[in-house]
């Protein structure tokens, strides 16, 4: 009698150690494809993170580029003992220079001149659109209601807006006083700023425009009659000899640090807080950048005869702690 033949199999310790080997071999694959998916996210945050840095500078440089005005930083006053030249902002924050009580980076310049957001063939900046920019300020150089630039520290000290400065200390200089540095090119106050708190009356001569000059160039010189219109009129404050007075304000793009995001404000040419006015107080803001370590601009001096310098540091931190740091200098109206 023939016995069954014997089948083919598995015995229980080969199957065991067949499940180990496959379970250890599963277990590398999932190591590897983790620490390349883990990977794969470290470049993608790496490379939004580069991606933002660069479009933060170029927003940056570009508005440098494009201004012939820089309002903040100001100006080192060598009678103080922090560098109001330099802003310089840290997340989280870093202690400020002995003299100032909180560190702000802030950058401000005027808006470039052939900006139109409300496409109306006017320039943004040519507020009473007679085809001039900038040419007839009054004594609170932004006509925003506040000392400076609204809402931030022109001068570094740690306070904005000083509460008892009137709104035309451009240049936040705490001693109440405002109009003390008119346009005539000399560093009336001794701050080390040249023409930057200027009064209604510009250039400080006590005529509408210049002091015997056809500003306009109707055939009059020094004329004090208002056109027509309504409001005050103050004829010395007329400084286009137009009729009317303060009429043409500085229109400020402002960066700054906000936590860890870079924040652009954007004056805008329409009534933007709802107060039924145009106003230096009608702005837009965006964010740029998140993740920002630091944020550094510094107004360079320049050579003799040649425009301003900023320079300009830019530093977002990954969450793994590496960092990318972009710095640019650019010329004020370099652009244009």
């Not at 012939?68 to 989280?92: K, M, S």
């Not at 400076?148 to 807006?161: C, I, L």
């Not at 540095?181 to 560093?187: L, T």
């Not at 793009?253 to 933007?272: K, M, N, T």
Request: hydrophobic share 35%; aromatic share 6%; charged share 25%.
């Amino acid at each position: 009698m023939r016995r069954p033949a014997r089948q083919a199999g598995l015995s229980l310790v080969e199957l065991l150690v067949s499940v180990t080997i496959a379970a250890m071999l599963l277990t590398g694959l999932q190591q590897l494809l983790g620490t390349g998916f883990a990977a794969m996210e470290e470049v993608e945050v790496r490379s939004d993170l580069a991606r933002q840095a660069r479009f933060a500078l170029v927003r940056m440089t570009d508005a440098v580029g494009s201004s012939d005005r820089l309002l903040i930083p100001l100006a080192d006053n060598a009678a103080t003992p922090f560098d109001e030249n330099v802003r310089e902002q840290t997340f989280p924050a870093s202690p400020p220079q002995i003299g100032s009580s909180l560190a702000t980076a802030v950058l401000a310049v005027t808006i470039d001149r052939t900006q139109d957001m409300d496409a109306n063939g006017i320039a943004d900046a040519d507020n009473d659109g007679d085809g001039l920019v900038d040419e007839d300020l009054p004594a609170d150089t932004q006509n925003d209601g506040k000392a400076g630039v609204r809402d931030f520290d022109d001068d570094g000290n740690g306070t904005a807006d000083f509460l008892f400065s009137p709104p035309g200390d451009d240049d936040e200089s705490n001693n109440l006083a405002s109009g003390e540095d008119p346009f005539n090119g000399v560093d009336d106050d001794g701050d080390g700023n040249i023409d930057e708190d200027p009064g209604a009356d510009n250039n400080g001569d006590g005529c509408p425009g210049v002091c015997g000059v056809d500003d306009d160039g109707d055939g009059l010189v020094d004329e004090a009659i208002q056109s027509g219109g309504s409001g005050s009129y103050d004829e010395v404050a007329d400084d286009d000899e137009d009729g009317y007075s303060d009429e043409d304000w500085f229109d400020p793009v402002v960066f700054y640090l906000q936590g860890s995001s870079v924040i652009e404000r954007r004056a805008v040419p329409w009534d933007e807080n709802g107060d039924s006015t145009v106003t230096g107080r009608d702005f837009v803001e965006s964010t740029i950048a998140d993740n920002v370590s630091l944020l550094r601009f510094e107004r360079i001096a320049p050579a003799t005869g040649q425009q301003q310098l900023v320079d300009i540091t830019l530093a977002l931190t990954e969450p793994n702690g590496k960092t990318i740091s972009l710095n640019a200098r650019i010329r004020l109206g370099g652009r244009l």
